[in-house]
């Protein structure tokens, strides 16, 4: 029996694919990896499923490797300084779910990863669409990537050949896609502070976070569909494309079960009853499709579309 993809995003979106295999472990990744190329079957990654829209249609031929978080604790260097006065980095499962690692890193006192608090998705996922939050991306704190690709199998990768730019990077565009990001090498520094002042600024982010985003128990969205915009003057702040759509109207659209969260104009919500990725396209080309009529501004998705379309970065 085919699995429903819809089942694995939290847009709760997408159709059949020709099989998923869940991993846990680098091992098993690469194990199954290999055997997908050898016999010329087309395969992708997926992570936590939080930042993609899956087409109706599925992706019938395809395999998917869904990258899990391991079953085994979270373990920290017991020496994180490192030498030289940059910090030592250390390698993370990609299946880690980015949350609880930012959650046991406050709690272990190791900065770097609590603004990424409350972000739904697995490291290796984050890795991939170069994911962030307050000002914060988590290249600045990628040093590496082991990643496996069918022309050079497992190998490592250092954060300046990855192409990080904001909420992108050139794992998602030939010649490194299609490739399984395996293992995460994260800098994290110790807080001069221990872990207080990173638990007090996590749960400030998670109270925010609470307050703004639509309850993913309760409808299906993957966070802000379209990416902000360039800064107005260079060293300022991105702008926000909420803004621009809440001018032409945004939070009151609808298209058939797929509309605009009334609390943030970027962000898309589905009715898991009845919406359809169709109807999210349709939403996202109406709504676009406004703002470049009456700002002459084209917006980018920040949400992935699969099939993909990996040329478009
Ligand atoms: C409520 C909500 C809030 C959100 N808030 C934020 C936010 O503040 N900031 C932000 O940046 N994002 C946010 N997002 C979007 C999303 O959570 C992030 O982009 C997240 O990092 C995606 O990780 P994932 O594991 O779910 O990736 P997936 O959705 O599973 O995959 C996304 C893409 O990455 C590829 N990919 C995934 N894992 C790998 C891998 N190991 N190797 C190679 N390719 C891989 C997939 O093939 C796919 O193309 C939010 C989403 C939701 C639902």
Known sequence: MSTLLKDHTTFRLGGPCRELRTVRSTDAAVRILERWTA????????????????????????????????????????????????????????????DALAAAACAAGLAGLEDFSGIPGTLGGAACGNAGAFGHSLSDVVAAVDLWTPARGLHTLPAAALGYAYRSSALQRPPLFPCAVLRVHLALVPSPGGPAPLLARRAEILALRAAKHPDTAQVGTAGSYFKNLPPAEPGGRRQPAGALLDAIGAKSMRVGGAYVFPKHANIFVTDPATATAADVHALADRLSSAVLDRFGISLVPEVRPWPPAPTKG
């Open 39 to 98: 016999t010329g079957r087309p395969w992708l990654p997926l992570g936590g499923g939080s930042n993609l829209l899956v087409d109706d249609e599925g992706l019938p031929g395809h395999s998917i490797l869904h990258l899990a978080p391991s079953p085994l604790p979270l373990a920290f260097p017991e020496h994180p300084d490192g030498e030289g006065g940059s910090p030592a980095s250390h390698p993370f499962w990609a299946g880690t779910s980015l």
